[in-house]
T-cell receptor, first 117, second 114 residues
Framework: DQQVKQNSPSLSVQEGRISILNCDYTNSMFDYFLWYKKYPAEGPTFLISISSIKDKNEDGRFTVFLNKSAKHLSLHIVPSQPGDSAVYFCAASEENAGGTSYGKLTFGQGTILTVHP | DADVTQTPRNRITKTGKRIMLECSQTKGHDRMYWYRQDPGLGLQLIYYSFDVKDINKGEISDGYSVSRQAQAKFSLSLESAIPNQTALYFC?????????????FGEGSRLTVL
C-alpha cells in the first residue's frame, strides 16, 4: 500500500508561471516531510522540508504547504524556470525527539515537471 | 569528487549471478541507506544502517543483503540476481546532528538482470 502518493505523474508549466506539485499521505504517524528534486543520471537532492508543527515553509522560490487534517502537502515554485524541469519526489518520515527526520523516508512515485521557455 | 560514490554505475548481469554494489562516503555521516527506484513506484528502502554495528531491514529487503564494512562504506549484495531486481539503486547518507536530517544521495547504480 502506497503511504505517500503523488497522483500527478507529470506537470507542464510555462516559464514564469507557478508550478504546484501535490502529495498525499495516509500514515498519521508521519510528521516530517521533505521534497527532493532529481535530474536524469543524478541522485535526488534535497529541496525543502517541513515539520508538522508548521503549515508553511519558504525558501526562495520554493514554498511547501502542509495541511495535516487533509494529510496533504504541496510544493509551490514561483516563478518557474526551465532549470526547474526535473522529477520531484515527496517524502515523509517520523520525527525524532530532536525535531528532525529519523532519515528513514517513505517516498512518493514522483512527478515529472517540465517548464517550457 | 562526489561525497557519496557508488560503484559500479552500470551493470548488466545474468539471472542467478551474485552482484555487489558498493557505496562509500566522505561526508562523515553515521547513517547509510540503500534505496531502489522503479518506474512509477518512487524510491523504496532496502536496508539501512545507523552505525557500523547496526543493520536494519527496510520495506523490500528480500533477496538482498548488506555489509557495513566501516563508517564510510556500505555495500549491497544480490546473492542470486533475478530479472525483477532490474532497477536503479541509490545509496544515501544522513547526519541527524546537522539538524535537518535530509538524505544525501549518490548518483545511482543501474542494474540490469537478464
Amino acid at each position: 500500500d502506497q503511504q505517500v502518493k503523488q497522483n500527478s505523474p507529470s506537470l507542464s508549466v510555462q516559464e514564469g508561471r507557478i508550478s504546484i506539485l501535490n502529495c498525499d499521505y495516509t500514515n498519521s504517524m508521519f510528521d516530517y516531510f521533505l521534497w527532493y528534486k532529481k535530474y536524469p543520471a543524478e541522485g535526488p537532492t534535497f529541496l525543502i522540508s517541513i515539520s508538522s508543527i508548521k503549515d508553511k515553509n519558504e525558501d526562495g522560490r520554493f514554498t511547501v504547504f502542509l495541511n495535516k487534517s487533509a494529510k496533504h502537502l504541496s510544493l509551490h515554485i514561483v516563478p518557474s524556470q526551465p532549470g526547474d524541469s526535473a522529477v520531484y519526489f515527496c517524502a515523509a518520515s517520523e520525527e525524532n525527539a530532536g525535531g528532525t527526520s529519523y532519515g528513514k523516508l517513505t517516498f512518493g512515485q514522483g512527478t515529472i515537471l517540465t517548464v517550457h521557455p | 569528487d562526489a561525497d557519496v560514490t557508488q560503484t559500479p554505475r552500470n551493470r548488466i548481469t545474468k539471472t542467478g549471478k551474485r552482484i555487489m554494489l558498493e557505496c562509500s562516503q566522505t561526508k562523515g555521516h553515521d547513517r547509510m541507506y540503500w534505496y531502489r527506484q522503479d518506474p512509477g513506484l518512487g524510491l523504496q528502502l532496502i536496508y539501512y544502517s545507523f552505525d557500523v554495528k547496526d543493520i536494519n531491514k527496510g520495506e523490500i529487503s528480500d533477496g538482498y543483503s548488506v555489509s557495513r564494512q566501516a563508517q564510510a562504506k556500505f555495500s549491497l549484495s544480490l546473492e542470486s540476481a533475478i530479472p525483477n531486481q532490474t532497477a536503479l539503486y541509490f545509496c544515501a547518507t544522513s547526519d541527524l546532528g546537522r539538524g535537518i536530517g535530509e538524505l544525501f544521495f549518490g548518483e545511482g547504480s543501474r542494474l540490469t538482470v537478464l
